[in-house]
């Protein structure tokens, strides 16, 4: 699977956006491109995924650079339950079928400040 | 509909025991995978089963093992604990069939085991 880079910390205001960025250099022209989320003391949870084009869902949007060498994930307005270590990920759709290995980096820990 | 069951939550177990830790997939996906999670090293993937059959595997020492029922539900082992196999051990479930890239995990609230 293709690496990919995050910032280590990130802080924002309550209720204002949130732009996390992810670069991905050498993303192969099959690999999706997920986010998953981590809040404190839970399991990851699926936030977003996309392939080429944007992506819009009720906890997210996913802004694709043409190249598709980098990618940011949009909070559109961060709340206090948005603090969380957030984690972008590259998928392989041809790796031997296997789905459940994910690798994770270290991801980027959100703060939020009220 | 329920989600990804794991128990126990939180364990203890001393130096040389064994621990089994079991997961509940969401009804319908028949892929169950487990991840470690430590400060030191982030999540590492441990294995996936799909079918009652390890379909990929992490690069753990073989004291760590799975398996799979035919109801989906999964069970991992780790033999001879060590101090070092103190984590958060998390397991996720999809589909497990069509488009590997699209298809997405949902993890359980995993259980946390203390070595002693």
């Known amino acids: 699977d293709a690496k990919t880079t995050q910032p280590n910390s990130m802080e924002s205001n309550e209720e204002e956006p949130v732009h996390l960025p992810c670069n991905h250099s050498t993303i192969s022209g099959t690999d999706y491109i997920h986010w998953y989320r981590q809040l404190p003391s839970q399991g990851p949870e699926y936030v977003i995924h996309g392939l080429t084009s944007n992506v819009n869902n009720r906890m997210a949007s996913l802004a694709i650079a043409e190249d598709r060498k980098s990618s940011t994930l949009i909070l559109h307005r961060a709340t206090l339950r948005d603090a969380a270590v957030y984690y972008c990920?590259?998928?392989?759709?041809?790796?031997?079928?296997?789905?459940?290995?994910?690798?994770f980096g270290k991801g980027t820990k959100l703060s939020v400040k009220p | 509909k329920a989600g990804v069951t794991q128990t126990p939550r939180y364990l203890i177990k001393t130096r040389g025991q064994q621990v089994t830790l079991s997961c509940s997939p969401i009804s319908g996906h028949r892929s169950v995978s487990w991840y470690q999670q430590t400060p030191g090293q982030g999540l590492q993937f441990l294995f996936e089963?799909?079918?009652?059959?390890?379909?990929n595997k992490g690069n753990f020492p073989g004291r760590f093992s799975g398996r799979q029922f035919s109801n989906s539900r999964s069970e991992m082992n780790v033999s001879t604990l060590e101090l070092g196999d103190s984590a958060l051990y998390l397991c996720?479930?999809?589909?497990?069939?069509?488009?590997?890239?699209?298809?997405?995990?949902?993890f359980g609230a995993g259980s946390r085991l203390t070595v002693l």
């Open positions: 990920i590259l998928r392989d759709p041809n790796y031997g079928g296997s789905q459940g290995n994910l690798i």
């Open positions: 996720a479930s999809s589909l497990g069939a069509g488009n590997t890239g699209a298809n997405v995990l949902t």
């Open positions: 089963y799909f079918s009652e059959t390890q379909r």
